[in-house]
T-cell receptor
Framework: GENVEQHPSTLSVQEGDSAVIKCTYSDSASNYFPWYKQELGKRPQLIIDIRSNVGEKKDQRIAVTLNKTAKHFSLHITETQPEDSAVYFC??????????FGKGTKLSVKP | GAGVSQSPSNKVTEKGKDVELRCDPISGHTALYWYRQRLGQGLEFLIYFQGNSAPDKSGLPSDRFSAERTGESVSTLTIQRTQQEDSAVYLCASRIRGLVSDTQYFGPGTRLTVL
């Protein structure tokens, strides 16, 4: 079945450094790739997404890149801040209407 | 406007009992999803409703799990004969349409504990 692999499972960085989280997907029909941030005890919230017709998208300190040929996409956070500490989930979606999520990356930003 | 709401926020039950979890989607959202999130784990897709189409039940882990949705409103997830491994946070999400590229908005979840 469809599968999304996400790495690393945990990531610790110093404040101000960059963080990169990578995901690969198996369904070649997938065309939508959102990233969700989940703070402890809270609901997941969309932070950025990318559609298959573009290779990169930026929103302030956050960027996502997509390589459809290799079927992988990445989240880049620059100038990390302690409030970026959370669990980040990637997901992929296609014609079926539902999203398949990765297992999450726990990001810790140390002041 | 109001977001996705879920009730109860917490539910403690004994093994073998049935539980019913409720989700109120954002008004006007035609698509509704249920996910399960075990402690420290990712989001496990359970079931997806889109308008009046037959639901996608492919993620339900066993026949003890079922869900209903009346029109484009409230949905209930029912777990029969609960087991300890059912303990998790159950998240509901809604989306304005069935297009996968529309944003899914999550509810706060129901934390289920099976003793």
């Amino acid at each position: 079945g469809e599968n999304v692999e996400q790495h690393p499972s945990t990531l610790s960085v110093q404040e101000g450094d960059s963080a990169v989280i990578k995901c690969t997907y198996s369904d070649s029909a997938s065309n939508y790739f959102p990233w969700y941030k989940q703070e402890l005890g809270k609901r997941p919230q969309l932070i950025i997404d990318i559609r298959s017709n573009v290779g990169e998208k930026k929103d302030q300190r956050i960027a996502v890149t997509l390589n459809k040929t290799a079927k992988h996409f990445s989240l880049h956070i620059t100038e990390t801040q302690p409030e970026d500490s959370a669990v980040y989930f990637c997901a992929s979606g296609g014609s079926q209407g539902n999203l398949i999520f990765g297992k999450g990356t726990k990001l810790s930003v140390k002041p | 406007g109001a977001g996705v709401s879920q009730s109860p926020s917490n539910k403690v039950t004994e093994k073998g009992k049935d539980v019913e979890l409720r989700c109120d989607p954002i008004s006007g959202h035609t698509a509704l999803y249920w996910y399960r999130q075990r402690l420290g784990q990712g989001l496990e897709f359970l079931i997806y409703f889109q308008g009046n189409s037959a639901p996608d039940k492919s993620g339900l882990p066993s026949d003890r799990f079922s869900a209903e949705r009346t029109g484009e409103s409230v949905s209930t997830l029912t777990i029969q004969r609960t087991q300890q491994e059912d303990s998790a946070v159950y998240l509901c999400a809604s989306r304005i349409r069935g297009l996968v590229s529309d944003t899914q908005y999550f509810g706060p979840g129901t934390r289920l504990t099976v003793l």
